[in-house]
């Protein structure tokens, strides 16, 4: 541990706060880290806490989420403009204009969306727990927003389903080409590929394995593999490093960022101890109209 991150951890113990990092954040925040997450995680350990702060590293939907799910805690964003740009790309107006062309579909909206989104949606889901919700639900019609590369990797796996999509992607993970995946596959024979669902279906269909986040971690670890292909953020590959330094990671692409996940820096998270920064503030109407959608996707994933 670096003096920076002592006095991180020294202050996080004297303020009583539980601090959650996403495995994109850099490996200097994921060691203070109490939980390092997938979003799903980082949901259901929010929902949970018992400390009076939380300190969430990652982007603005996930600290909204916490802030939803436990509307009494103070819940801190260290970097104030990590956004998703992906979540971005949808409205409560896009929603409604669906819901009307589509009566009777039930709305799944991926947990990277906006409290005013959610508000309007039946459920949320994350990557990993996507396909049981679908599955879940009673109708025929889902209206899957707003990554149409999760929503169809879903609708292959669900083929009772009429799934309709929306428009939107991840810019970090829709950048992969099929001629990337064939080209890491040529430069690592034999590697084992591990995707994530927010790929293109013609990238994803050469993967050995596709899940979240933690889905790859978990996958990495418990197969006999020792060299393996990481087709997620640059986090995941280092994190991976870290846990099995006797395997081999290959990122898919080099330079597999989300820029909006490096925003967070560990100086910005021993500020946010320190002062305060940045606090989420969601109305009343807002936590409650969006709080539904949210306890449905804990309660089920
Ligand atoms: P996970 O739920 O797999 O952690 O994904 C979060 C995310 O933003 C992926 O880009
Ligand atoms: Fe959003 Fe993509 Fe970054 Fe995940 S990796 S937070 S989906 S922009």
């Known amino acids: 541990m670096n003096e920076l991150q002592k006095k991180v951890i020294d202050l996080k113990n004297e303020k009583g706060a539980l601090i959650l990092a996403h495995y994109y954040q850099t490996i200097d925040i994921q060691e203070v880290a109490d939980h390092v997450c997938d979003s799903f995680e980082m949901a259901r350990r929010a929902r949970d806490a018992q400390e009076g702060l939380l300190i969430i590293c990652g982007v603005r939907f996930m600290a909204e989420s916490a802030k939803i799910l436990n509307p009494g805690k103070t819940v801190l964003l260290p970097s104030p403009d990590a956004g998703c740009p992906m979540a971005d790309m949808v409205t409560p107006e896009a929603v409604l204009e669906l819901r009307r062309r589509h009566p009777g579909a039930a709305v799944v909206c991926y947990v990277n969306s906006s409290a005013s989104v959610k508000a309007v949606s039946d459920v949320c889901c994350t990557s990993s727990s996507a396909v049981k919700i679908v599955r879940s639900l009673p109708g025929k019609s889902v209206i899957f927003i707003p990554d149409k590369n999760l929503g169809s990797y879903v609708a292959s796996l669900i083929p009772e389903k009429d799934v309709i999509l929306y428009d939107g992607y991840c810019p970090a ?81 080099s330079a597999f960022i989300c820029p909006d996940m490096k925003k967070t820096t560990l100086a910005d998270v021993l500020e946010s101890l320190e002062r305060g920064r940045h606090e989420i503030y969601l109305s009343d109407e807002e936590i409650s109209a969006a709080g539904a959608c949210l306890e449905r996707m804990v309660a089920i994933g």
């Open 173 to 253: 993970h829709n950048n992969i080409t099929e001629a990337d995946v064939t080209a890491a596959r040529a430069a690592h024979p034999g590697a084992r590929l591990l995707m994530h669902p927010e790929c293109r279906p013609e990238a994803l269909r050469h993967a050995d394995y596709i899940g979240s986040t933690a889905g790859i971690i978990e996958d990495a670890l418990a197969t006999d593999a020792e060299s393996f292909i990481i087709g997620t953020e640059s986090g995941v590959t280092e994190r991976l490093e870290l846990l099995a330094p006797g395997k081999t990671f290959h990122p898919l692409v």
